[in-house]
């Protein structure tokens, strides 16, 4: 029988040898690795361009398992914080004007509401201000970094389904809003438009929209960044497609939820 012979333990050379083995071989295969995957995205075909940019494939296949992820913990009994009136902005920070036309015509103005069947509804401003008005001071958020808690007066969304009897429309999956020259477009996942503090909002700081602030209608929707929140709406379209979303088509996220 063999004895095992007794371990001779280590100098300290040969364990400093042995760490800088160890850390270098961990630093190639990790530098491997990451150069590998790299190389494999560089290569990896681009998704055709839909309503989103033309994103490497596997980018926008993790980008969906996200967004698909945000939606599942998605619940509209979760409210965004609210503010008392006096910490809003008095003056309200102006961002991007796209669509926005600096005298718009709001004496002939009306909401354009294109059904699933086609059928096309018009409704007023009037018609919508008869309905229950929802006050909402919240921190609105722009992708490009900046907040700023502002205060807003409307029609909840959902209020304006109910009412116009177009609760079957909200069954499908997505709403679309557009300026009326079409302009400026944004996409929205109904659970979202259907949040109990999205508005279609009428009023800043208790007076009527101006128009950089989307006179004489925009959307708030506090769920989602700036980008969605589109000024001076002049049509709403119901779909069960992703409809056209302006930012998303230059690369943004589609989804864009906070
Ligand atoms: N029609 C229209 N709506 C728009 C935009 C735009 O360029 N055109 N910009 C969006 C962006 S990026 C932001 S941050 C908010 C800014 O709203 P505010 O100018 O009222 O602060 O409007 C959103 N709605
Ligand atoms: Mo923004």
Same mark, same amino acid.
């Given at each position: 029988?063999?004895?095992?012979?007794?371990?001779?333990?280590?100098?300290?050379?040969?364990?400093?040898?042995?760490?800088?083995?160890?850390?270098?071989?961990?630093?190639?295969?990790?530098?491997?690795?990451?150069?590998?995957?790299?190389?494999?995205?560089?290569?990896?075909?681009?998704?055709?361009?839909?309503?989103?940019?033309?994103?490497?494939?596997?980018?926008?296949?993790?980008?969906?398992?996200?967004?698909?992820?945000?939606?599942?913990?998605?619940?509209?009994?979760?409210?965004?914080?609210?503010?008392?009136?006096?910490?809003?902005?008095?003056?309200?920070?102006?961002?991007?004007?796209?669509?926005?036309?600096?005298?718009?015509? &709001?004496?002939?103005?009306?909401?354009?509401?294109?059904?699933?069947? /086609?059928?096309?509804?018009?409704?007023?401003?009037?018609?919508?201000?008869?309905?229950?008005?929802?006050?909402?001071?919240?921190?609105?958020?722009?992708?490009?970094?900046?907040?700023?808690?502002?205060?807003?007066?409307?029609?909840?969304?959902?209020?304006?389904?109910?009412?116009?009897?177009?609760?079957?429309?909200?069954?499908?999956?997505?709403? /679309?809003?557009?300026?009326?020259?079409?302009?400026?477009?944004? /996409?929205?996942?109904?659970?979202?438009?259907?949040?109990?503090?999205?508005?279609?909002?009428?009023?800043?700081?208790?007076?009527?929209? &101006?128009?950089?602030?989307?006179?004489?209608?925009?959307?708030?929707?506090?769920?989602?960044?700036?980008?969605?929140?589109?000024?001076?709406?002049?049509?709403?379209?119901?779909?069960?497609?992703?409809?056209?979303?302006?930012?998303?088509?230059?690369?943004?996220?589609?989804?864009?939820?906070?």
């Amino acid at each position: 029988m063999k004895s095992k012979k007794p371990k001779k333990p280590l100098t300290i050379e040969q364990k400093i040898n042995r760490r800088t083995f160890i850390s270098f071989g961990t630093f190639a295969v990790l530098s491997g690795a990451a150069y590998g995957g790299w190389s494999w995205l560089k290569n990896s075909p681009k998704e055709t361009r839909t309503v989103t940019a033309g994103a490497k494939a596997p980018l926008r296949r993790a980008l969906n398992k996200t967004e698909l992820a945000f939606r599942r913990v998605f619940n509209n009994n979760n409210l965004v914080k609210t503010y008392p009136k006096e910490r809003a902005a008095k003056v309200v920070r102006y961002n991007s004007g796209i669509g926005l036309q600096p005298n718009p015509d &709001v004496e002939n103005w009306q909401l354009q509401v294109k059904k699933q069947s /086609g059928e096309v509804m018009n409704i007023t401003l009037d018609q919508l201000k008869a309905l229950p008005k929802t006050e909402l001071v919240f921190d609105f958020k722009c992708v490009e970094g900046w907040d700023q808690i502002s205060y807003w007066g409307g029609v909840k969304f959902s209020d304006f389904i109910a009412h116009f009897n177009l609760t079957d429309q909200a069954a499908m999956p997505y709403v /679309g809003l557009a300026t009326p020259n079409k302009k400026y477009y944004v /996409g929205i996942d109904m659970p979202s438009a259907m949040h109990p503090q999205t508005l279609l909002a009428y009023e800043m700081n208790n007076k009527p929209l &101006v128009p950089q602030h989307g006179e004489p209608l925009r959307l708030i929707i506090p769920v989602k960044y700036g980008i969605k929140n589109l000024k001076c709406i002049g049509s709403i379209v119901f779909s069960n497609q992703r409809p056209p979303d302006y930012w998303a088509e230059q690369g943004y996220d589609y989804y864009s939820g906070l």
